[in-house]
């Protein structure tokens, strides 16, 4: 009997693994190409903004921050809790309550975006801070804060059904959409009309409404595409659990204020660093506001725009796990939800870890790629920067990453309170860091923050599941050597290659990043391959590529 019971629990972890593997794979693509998307379109953009590139940046970064908090706010994390439920109901076959709830956070979202969208408008003059250019970027996102809650929901609703696909294609087509229509407006207005950069920014702003039409789009093509199964689920539902419409709605609503809070911790370190910045350089510093402007649109925007390709990857490990966790947890199985996690975490060190490691290794060409060179002290100060936030992006992913593992199981009360702690060291540390280091203060702070708030996430779970980290760490520790040893490699044909081309020239920095992403992703995939961990990890797959390559393990 028990070599049934750990047969039966070993078929349901292998199921599991493979339907996180399947769906982090579509999350991962999606998100992935909407990121790299979103930072790509940067080329063209600064290079149509000429001298006035960095002040577009960091007026576009000052819009997108407050309107990224008030998406979450407008969204009041609903789309992860429906995604949760979702996922419990089908677990126990309640299909139709999982319809009605679907409905029902139609409402709210409807009613949050809204109230969002007005706050948004009415309030742009005040969250301004003194900067009139940012008013009508505010006033160009509220649409965007309306709307994209039912998008948002309809996203949770399909992803609690495993329906991943959906979920990333609707990502790709939204940024699609926002890209070519900001490219095109900001193209019109500053070549063929010689207009205001201010007002280009403001189009490029407004693109976030334009692009969730198109999200929108996808989504409801996907309901009506699929509307048969969905009669066929409803058909088969058990019906044996009664609640009412006031418990369906509070049901949500307690799962999402977690969600809403933690899910915005990125947006209030982003949020802190906005409002203290200037006014700590200012006391400390005599540059001038344009120098400042400069200096955090360098690491807000810039930095930050390349890095969230990176985080891209959590986020998507992170909403595939939300399900399966929640699953796990109906079933009251401790040791699923201890394999899970264990899981979710290496599979994250193993595409994490060595992304982050390379992206700091290439930071100088790939900076000069997207931004330009526009003097070397400049291009110095955005490499270092880049540099930094890439190691920083790491905790950025493991806090997104651990605290979406929390709701998973429902302990939302780790992650607030590791939000928390995480947020009272960064204030603590903003002041003193942006004193004595600059544009770089925010990141140390950030990352000291971050570091603490997924320490405290990591000993409550592993404090509540056992979670038998040993294997974990060996794969950390092997993941992080080839990293490193990758990571030598790319830097040292970067600087190389550095000796004997332009630094100026965007080509040429292109056809260094290649050459050394490409051996540098050799090198860790040999050494990957010598050990057993990606075959743990992705699948049989892998022994059949080792034996093709005439790799042997060590």
Wanted: hydrophobic share 55%.
């Amino acid at each position: 009997m028990m070599g049934q019971t750990s047969s039966a629990s070993k078929q349901v972890d292998n199921s599991n693994q493979k339907k996180m593997l399947q769906g982090s794979f579509w999350m991962t693509a999606g998100s992935l190409m909407s990121r790299i998307l979103g930072a790509l379109y940067v080329i063209p953009w600064v290079a149509m903004f000429g001298s006035f590139w960095l002040q577009g940046n960091a007026l576009f970064s000052k819009g997108y921050n407050i309107y990224s908090l008030f998406l979450m706010a407008s969204t009041a994390g609903v789309p992860s809790a429906v995604s949760k439920l979702v996922a419990r109901y089908n677990a126990q076959q309640e299909y139709n309550l999982a319809f009605r709830l679907y409905k029902k956070s139609l409402q709210i979202g409807l009613v949050t975006g809204f109230i969002a969208a007005g706050i948004l408008w009415f309030g742009a003059p005040w969250l301004a801070a003194g900067d009139v250019n940012v008013i009508p970027v505010l006033h160009s996102l509220a649409p965007a804060v309306f709307v994209i809650p039912v998008m948002s929901m309809t996203r949770g609703f399909l992803q609690g059904n495993n329906q991943m696909v959906a979920s990333a294609m609707s990502q790709f087509i939204e940024q699609l959409v926002r890209v070519i229509y900001m490219l095109f407006m900001t193209w019109m207005l500053l070549i063929l009309n010689n207009g205001a950069w201010q007002d280009a920014v403001v189009q490029s702003t407004f693109a976030a409404f334009v692009g969730a039409l198109g999200g929108i789009a996808v989504l409801a093509w996907t309901l009506w595409n699929q509307r048969n199964w969905f009669i066929l689920k409803k058909q088969e539902s058990l019906d044996q659990i009664k609640i009412s419409e006031k418990s369906l709605i509070w049901q949500v609503v307690k799962q999402a204020i977690p969600f809403v809070i933690v899910g915005s911790a990125i947006q209030i370190y982003q949020i802190i660093d906005q409002y203290s910045f200037f006014k700590i350089m200012q006391i400390f510093s005599d540059f001038s506001y344009d120098m400042l402007n400069r200096q955090y649109a360098i690491f807000d925007f810039n930095a930050n725009k390349l890095i969230m390709i990176v985080i891209s990857l959590a986020v998507a490990l992170g909403t595939t796990a939300i399900p399966l966790l929640a699953a796990a947890h109906v079933r009251k199985n401790n040791d699923e939800i201890a394999s899970q996690i264990r899981f979710t975490l290496e599979l994250f060190m193993f595409v994490m870890i060595p992304a982050a490691i390379g992206m700091a290794a290439i930071a100088q060409p790939l900076y000069v790629t997207f931004y330009g060179y526009d003097s070397a002290l400049e291009a110095l100060s955005g490499t270092l920067i880049l540099q930094f936030s890439s190691f920083l992006g790491i905790m950025f992913g493991l806090f997104t990453l651990l605290s979406t593992i929390t709701q998973g199981v429902s302990r939302n009360d780790i992650a607030l309170k590791a939000l928390f702690y995480g947020v009272l060291l960064k204030l603590t540390l903003q002041i003193p860091a942006v004193a004595l280091l600059g544009a770089m203060g925010p990141l140390v702070a950030s990352m000291g923050g971050f570091l603490l708030a997924s320490g405290y996430i990591l000993y409550g779970l592993q404090k509540i599941y056992q979670l038998k980290l040993e294997h974990c760490v060996m794969t950390l520790n092997w993941v992080t050597f080839a990293a490193l040893i990758m990571g030598g490699v790319s830097f040292g044909i970067t600087q190389g290659m550095l000796l004997f081309v332009s630094p100026t020239s965007r080509l040429m920095q292109i056809m260094i990043i290649i050459m050394a992403v490409s051996l540098g992703g050799l090198v860790y995939s040999y050494i990957m391959l010598k050990t057993k961990i990606p075959d743990q990890l992705l699948g049989n797959r892998v022994a059949m590529l080792r034996r093709k390559l005439r790799i042997k393990l060590k």
